[in-house]
């Protein structure tokens, strides 16, 4: 089957525009994880979802960033207003479990690499 | 929470084994270890995990000190397509973080 997908792969915007990125996790997948990955660093935790609830968000780094995955499988990271510090690439991973167990298999999309100018 | 301490950068010839080591002083008991690896442009994908008896899979082997203070990663015969960013993952307390670290650059040299 498909494996996570995301969408744009890339994004260059003004800095103060919104951008809404998508992910399309492996379907049947109960969790869901957002990563930021800056240049020639390794991915940072955004944020976690257990179907539609989002159980962790601790690693958003600002009331600028946003995530929704209302009906348990599509979710949005929606970044408002952005800055220049927020161009990286963003992840997107699935498993296939809930609960986040330590010994789950992550499988992460191709990633958005956002520019912001 | 705990972290992890890998080489910035290793070189292997081509069809050599290779031993990726990583340090992990702070684990807990019920921490399992992780190996990803990140072509370029590419996410993540994953390798092996364990948690206290060595692992061994189609890709790598993961071999796991008796104290389990560290972990090596084993490819066997590295390839060029082998050429990647490996990290060393542990999973946090509630499980739902990966604290990536920077990983080793592996360079593989034909």
């Known amino acids: 089957g498909a494996g996570v997908s995301q969408s744009p792969r890339y994004k260059v915007a003004k800095r103060g525009q919104d951008v809404a990125l998508r992910c399309d996790p492996i379907?049947?997948?109960?969790?869901l994880f957002w990563y930021q990955q800056a240049l020639g660093q390794g991915p940072e935790f955004l944020t976690y979802f257990q179907n539609e609830a989002q159980l962790d968000k601790s690693g958003l780094p600002s009331d600028r960033f946003f995530a929704e995955r209302p009906e348990g499988s599509v979710s949005t990271l929606k970044i408002q207003r952005t800055q220049q510090e927020d161009s990286a690439v963003y992840l997107c991973?699935?498993?296939?479990?809930?609960?986040?167990?330590?010994?789950?298999?992550?499988?992460f999309g191709p990633g958005t690499r956002l520019t912001v100018l | 929470d705990a972290k992890t301490t890998q080489p910035n950068s290793m070189e292997s010839n081509e069809e050599e084994p290779v031993h990726l080591p990583c340090n992990h002083s702070?684990?807990?008991?019920?921490?399992?270890i992780h190996w990803y690896r990140q072509l370029p442009s590419q996410g993540p994908e994953y390798v092996i995990h364990g948690l206290t008896s060595n692992v061994n899979n189609r890709m790598a082997s993961l071999a796991i000190a008796e104290d389990r203070k560290s972990s090596t990663l084993i490819l066997h015969r590295a390839t060029l397509r082998d050429a990647a960013v490996y990290y060393c993952?542990?999973?946090?307390?509630?499980?739902?973080?990966?604290?990536f670290g920077t990983g080793t650059s592996l360079t593989v040299i034909p």
């Open positions: 702070t684990i807990s008991g019920t921490d399992y």
């Open positions: 991973a699935s498993s296939l479990v809930a609960g986040g167990r330590r010994s789950d298999t992550q499988y």
């Open positions: 379907s049947g997948h109960v969790s």
């Open positions: 993952i542990l999973r946090d307390t509630t499980g739902n973080q990966f604290y």
